[in-house]
């Protein structure tokens, strides 16, 4: 190859292609006189490809030519006779499962679990879709001969030059040995192709490359695709660049990696999420199951950047008779193989060393200069000449003309298919353009598979449907046997006088092909890559057509539809509203340069969806600058709501961005409709909130909360330009909309509000000088008086994840709770003074714990204590009405003797419950014993299903343990009641014992809707009747084993003031602790490694096998002979694996930053790995009534010691490997206390 083939270009490969289009006035609308060379889509989902072409004068010529030559171009292909439709190059059918994970995922963890086969992930590079089938046949999505296939066929040239370069002679062979194989196969291969200079997606590409994806080898003949394992033994044949593979073979790794990516969807980077996948793999797996990833040899990080597009998740089931693991460890082998390659071909000339070192970079100018140096170099390289020709057009139906022209006589499978699928798509009346282009095959350089002397054209149709819906609607009209709709979708006319090729036109049907069913496939996308692509870049019409506030209304609706956290959208919604003021400010100059662009100015100084990024990266500077902050992060100066009104949203937007700065307000609405009464409440507390609308906005939601006067009395009315001389200019005097936006001024003027300002109408900068705003604002401030009930302190939310009969009401009493806690005031003069409110659920209408949000809201630091069951189904929305509302949870449990695991084997599994069978006994006992028609919840002796009600309630606690009700409640502490009596305690007698069993059996059926059960009454009557008469039978000794009530008061009391009295102290749980950059990798007690040495070497003195295992690996010695000790020894609490980032959150922030002191008790020692074991505390240090968080780990330990091809994560299995010989376990002669903290470790 030249690779300093720089020659002029040749007029004559500007148009090489002859093309046709359905419709000649769409394609000048599509052309247009841009250079464009992709669209604002989403990768090549949506991209637009440009045509190929110089300037305007080119293009003209062009148009003129589609006209001219329509007629004649039709005349001669109906004069002609076609043998066979062959399939040129095919992608996969299009499919979009999103709105069905849940299915799709569910339906893969089965498969997985049943053996039927295992998931593989690969990342989703961002870039533009290529199509080879060999020799010259390059095609984009929807096109051919444009950037996109020259850029990918020069890019596949350089790669295969690179890591093919140690063979010795003509470095193309191959290249054109791979070609060639493809052809005779007819193969299609795709790549994504990535480079600065087809279009912007999610961010700059540090380097050009291509990279095959999954499903990338297309078998024309049976019309299926390759399987990963095919297509990485192909690529990796010929050296081809591959992706990153990771297999998950079991349902717990399966799981895991689903939770995995919900935990790091909103914050997903590569490096990350790369990082995370590796470590599933190494802690989900097994020794037997265990996968290794297959490395590709492109980085995404090194060449795509770290704004990762998302994961591939595909379900592939086993082939039979090959062995997954020994072919999975080969194909491991030969990608480190060829990364080892790839890594010493960068080291020498690569692309980077070519000429074309500036046309890949980012400055590059996307014009028709870069595309002619490009094609002539092609043309001068010595390799596969591109074909000849010139182009036409003209508007064409592709069903008619082909019809009329095709000789049924002659016609295989293949070709009636095709046609098949033409007619489909015409009878769905499917909007699809047929591109027919003429390729010159005259001077095509000689290969295994050239065509034939006698035939100098091939005529290429390219199918390109408009719309993604056609798909589904096709995929529902055919038969199981037709031709699938592929994207990228393109066949060959076979004329009657070419003698085609024979191996090209012998079909091979087969019974195989891919199945038209929406495959088991799940694209996830991250979170940063979609703010950008979907955000900032497709944005940008929304935002040139509609200004601002519609580009803000575009990108709220976004963010709710993708779902993401409330947390997510407060980050993300003020760097929308900055690059909306940005990207207006770049629009508006450019339409005043316009005219200075035409004459000269560089493309990508422009601000379109192309080339978007490089201004991104300088606004991100300017943002994080706080140029664009619409408030100060200084704390809020006002409380309430400011409606800020304007007969547009210029005027209010503007005013309202002043007074948010002004005055501290971080939360900011487009429209009244979205303050409900639990904003409204929070904005009274210390949140205020301004609402930027219009005039013709709804009262509705407002003139609803005003019935409150508490909340009238909080609401503020800003009218900005709406003076009746402003009503006349904006709208035609007696107009409609003159009458509504005067009649609205109005409604607004007599708003039963605090106060309503009127202001004229201003620029920004008569804003900041205006005396008018300047006093809104102080006045604002001055009606804006602090709450007394010192709402910047936590406060308490008590509750009782108990059942009925458990004497939750008997510790609520209002007045002995106050009266306890003011004792303890007294005696701790440090306290602070809280009210204390009581509910009770049976008095409540309505949802209970929404009730309790905004009684919480409005007492944000009382002690609030919810008498009511807790069960888990809503221990979710408690955990959120606490982070609302500032509040920390604090359970009230049983003891231990009430507090203990249950295990029953039920008909097909063993179910766990919390509670002993004697707490659910003495329940129900107590509410036998409550007077008829005495209960407020009506659950009393006069309940005909009593007994029912009370085993139904202790049943949804199924699944949860004694062991983790704590962690699995999300509390930040717990308060132990005694409920039994210790000294009298017994076992439950035998006949009561197995009837509680069978209660229990029996509502399991229940739950699981067994028929023989729920069809009758006389089941659960009987099961009722004979509940009551066991617990009667036993009521002297069920009350004989109960502590007294006067007992579990005192003892309540007493914890819950100890609990208050570090609670002004505590770290407040809340979503706000989490810095949203990050994900946490472990939840650790980080301990100094200086404490540890002085264990060990104590050890040492007194322990000979210690003392050995210590002189074998030495610390000294170099880590990478004999392994190396650790130097951040801790004990992991939770990793990522084990459980979601929001219950990571919920169970272990309220000891970050605390000290435990442990208990080092002894040491395991294995051949390559050695930890210590540990014992946990009760409590946290510092905060005695707060217990220290469960550990998800069975074996807590500290890892001191891994050896050279091991790592820590494998410490885990040393209690194993002890039993079966393969370690040992010493006993330290005594314990050893040493302090350490809790952390989170990030990745």
């Known amino acids: 190859m030249n690779s300093n083939a720089t020659t002029a270009p040749d007029e004559s490969t500007q148009a090489q292609w002859k093309k046709r289009s359905r419709s000649s006035e769409e394609t000048e609308n599509h052309g247009n006189g841009s250079s464009s060379l992709s669209g604002q889509g989403d990768g090549h989902d949506g991209q637009k490809e440009s045509e190929e072409g110089g300037g305007s004068n080119a293009l003209i010529h062009k148009r003129q030519q589609r006209r001219l030559s329509s007629d004649n171009d039709v005349a001669q292909l109906r004069d002609r006779k076609i043998k066979q439709l062959r399939l040129e190059a095919i992608f996969h059918p299009k499919f979009e499962n999103e709105s069905s994970e849940k299915d799709v995922r569910k339906e893969m963890i089965t498969k997985v679990e049943n053996g039927e086969g295992y998931l593989e992930v690969t990342l989703k590079h961002s870039g533009s879709l290529l199509l080879w089938s060999g020799g010259n046949r390059f095609y984009s999505k929807n096109d051919a001969n444009n950037m996109v296939t020259l850029v990918g066929e020069f890019l596949l040239q350089q790669h295969m030059s690179m890591v093919w370069k140690e063979i010795s002679g003509d470095t193309t062979h191959k290249y054109e040995e791979c070609s060639d194989y493809v052809q005779q196969h007819r193969l299609t291969l795709s790549f994504e192709v990535v480079t600065a200079v087809l279009g912007d997606h999610g961010d700059i590409p540090k380097q050009p490359y291509l990279i095959s994806t999954v499903l990338s080898v297309a078998d024309r003949n049976n019309q299926k695709f390759y399987t990963s394992h095919q297509l990485i033994e192909f690529a990796q044949r010929f050296r081809l660049p591959h992706n990153d593979y990771w297999m998950f073979r079991t349902q717990s790794s399966c799981e895991k990696l689903f939770q995995f990516y919900d935990d790091i969807r909103e914050i997903g980077t590569a490096d990350t999420v790369i990082k995370g996948l590796d470590q599933l793999l190494d802690c989900t797996e ?75 970079s980012s400055d590059s100018g996307q014009d028709a200069d870069s595309e002619r140096k490009l094609r002539s170099y092609l043309k001068n390289s010595q390799r596969i000449v591109r074909a000849t020709g010139t182009e036409r057009s003209g508007e064409w139906e592709a069903s008619s003309v082909i019809a009329s022209s095709i000789d049924h006589t002659m016609l295989d499978d293949e070709s009636q298919q095709i046609i098949q699928l033409i007619q489909t798509l015409k009878d769905l009346g499917a909007k699809v353009e047929y591109k027919l282009y003429v390729e010159d095959t005259r001077h095509v350089a000689n290969t295994k598979v050239s065509p034939p002397v006698d035939s100098s054209q091939r005529w290429i149709c390219i199918i390109h449907v408009i719309h993604d819906e056609t798909f589904k609607k096709y995929c529902h009209a055919i038969a199981a046997n037709a031709m699938h709709l592929f994207r990228g979708f393109s066949f060959e006319l076979v004329f009657d006088e070419q003698n085609h090729n024979v191996e090209l036109s012998t079909v091979k049907t087969s019974a195989t092909r891919t199945s038209c069913r929406t495959p088991l496939m799940l694209k996830m996308k991250f979170l940063p890559y979609m703010i950008r692509t979907f955000g900032c870049r497709n944005g940008l019409q929304i935002l040139a057509r509609s200004g601002i506030d519609g580009y803000e209304h575009y990108t709220l609706d976004l963010l709710k539809k993708w779902g993401i956290s409330h947390s997510s959208i407060k980050k993300w919604q003020p760097y929308f509203y900055g690059w909306g003021l940005y990207a207006e400010s ?31 990266s300088e606004f991100e500077k300017q943002y994080l600058s706080g140029q664009f902050a619409r408030a100060s992060n200084d704390k809020s100066k006002c409380r309430g709501l400011v409606i800020v009104l304007g007969l547009n949203n210029e005027g209010s937007s503007l005013l309202g961005d002043f007074l948010a700065s002004n005055l501290g307000i971080h939360t900011c609405f487009n429209e009244t409709a979205s303050i409900t009464e639990v904003e409204m409440l929070s904005s009274i507390c210390d949140n205020p909130i301004l609402c930027n609308t219009t005039v013709m906005d709804s009262q509705a939601s407002i003139k609803k909360l005003i019935k409150n006067e508490q909340y009238s009395e909080a609401i503020h009315v800003v009218l900005i330009g709406c003076s009746q001389e402003n009503i006349d200019c904006q709208y035609e005097v007696g107009s409609k909309e003159h009458k509504k936006a005067s009649g609205m001024v109005k409604a607004w003027g007599r708003l039963r509000c605090k106060e309503i300002f009127h202001l004229p109408q201003m620029t920004s900068t008569e804003l900041g000088e205006n005396k008018q705003a300047r006093q809104v604002v102080d006045r604002l401030i001055e009606f804006s008086h602090p709450d007394t009930d010192h709402n910047s302190l936590p ?36 306290q602070v003074k809280r009210s204390v409110i009581t509910c009770e659920g049976d008095h409540i209408k309505g949802k209970y714990w929404h009730h309790v949000l905004l009684e919480r809201l409005k007492h944000p630091a009382s002690i609030y204590l919810a008498d009511k069951n807790a069960t888990p189904n809503v221990w979710k929305t408690i955990r959120d009405a606490c982070v609302k509302s500032h509040a920390i949870p604090l359970l009230v449990l049983p003891d231990s003797m009430a507090l203990s695991t249950v295990k029953v084997k039920h008909l097909d599994r063993e179910c766990c419950y919390p509670y002993s069978l004697a707490f659910l006994a003495v329940c129900m006992l107590r509410v036998l014993l409550r007077p008829k028609m005495t209960h407020a919840g009506k659950l009393d002796e006069s309940t005909g299903n009593a007994m029912l009600i009370v085993v139904m309630f202790y049943s949804l606690y199924r699944g949860v343990s004694a062991e983790n009700i704590i962690s699995m409640a999300g509390a930040g502490g717990s308060v132990i009641v005694p409920f039994f009596n210790e000294a009298k305690f017994q076992e439950l007698p035998q006949d009561l014992h197995d009837g509680l069993v069978d209660a229990l059996h029996f509502q399991y059926s229940v739950d699981q809707k067994d028929l023989s059960v729920i069809s009758s009454d006389q089941a659960g009557n009987s099961m009722e009747t004979r509940l009551r008469r066991l617990i009667r039978s036993h009521q002297n000794f069920l009350e004989s084993i109960c502590a007294d009530i006067s007992e579990s008061i005192v003892s309540f009391i007493e914890q819950l003031s100890q609990f208050l009295s570090t609670l002004s102290e505590s770290k407040q749980l809340c979503d706000d602790q989490r810095d949203y950059h990050k994900f946490i990798e472990i939840v650790s007690i980080d301990i100094e490694k200086s404490s540890i040495d002085d264990i060990l070497q104590a050890a040492a003195k007194e322990c000979a096998e210690i003392k050995r295992f210590l002189e074998r690996v030495d610390a000294s010695n170099d880590a990478a002979s004999e392994g190396a000790f650790l130097e951040k020894p801790h004990v992991t609490m939770a990793h990522f694996s084990q459980s979601s980032q929001q219950n990571i959150l919920k169970n272990y922030s309220m000891a970050i930053g605390h000290d435990v002191t442990l208990s080092i008790n002894g040491i395991l020692i294995g051949d390559t790995i050695a930890a210590l074991s540990v014992k946990l505390p009760e409590f946290l240090d510092d905060m005695a009534s707060c217990n220290t968080p469960a550990c998800h780990n069975t074996f807590p330990h500290v890892t001191i010691w891994v050896g050279e091809n091991d790592n820590a994560a494998r410490s885990n299995e040393l209690p194993t490997m002890v039993e079966m010989g393969n370690a040992i376990q010493l006993e330290l002669p005594q314990s050893v206390d040493v302090s350490g903290t809790f952390n989170f470790w990030y990745i």
């Not at 980077?352 to 070192?357: A, E, G, Y």
């Not at 339409?591 to 035409?598: F, G, R, S, T």
């Open 586 to 616: 770049v629009l508006r100059q450019q339409q005043q340069i316009n005219q200075k662009l035409l004459v000269g100015a560089r493309c990508h100084d422009q601000l379109n969806g192309n080339t978007y990024l490089k201004h991104l």
């Open 286 to 360: 097994s020794d037997s199951d265990r996968s290794r990833r297959i490395v590709s040899m492109y980085s995404h990080s090194e060449y795509q950047g770290n704004i990762l597009e998302g994961l591939v998740v595909r379900f592939v089931e086993y082939t039979e008779g090959i062995d997954f693991s020994e072919s999975l460890s080969k194909l491991v082998s030969v990608s480190e193989s060829n990364l080892a390659i790839m890594t010493d071909a960068k080291a020498g000339d690569g692309i980077q060393s070519q000429c074309f070192k500036d046309f890949f």
């Open 795 to 830: 406060g308490l939310l008590v509750y009782f994840p108990s059942i009925p009969g458990a004497g939750k009401s008997s510790l609520c009493k209002q007045d002995v709770i106050e009266s306890g806690i003011d004792k303890s005031i007294t005696k701790n003069n440090n």
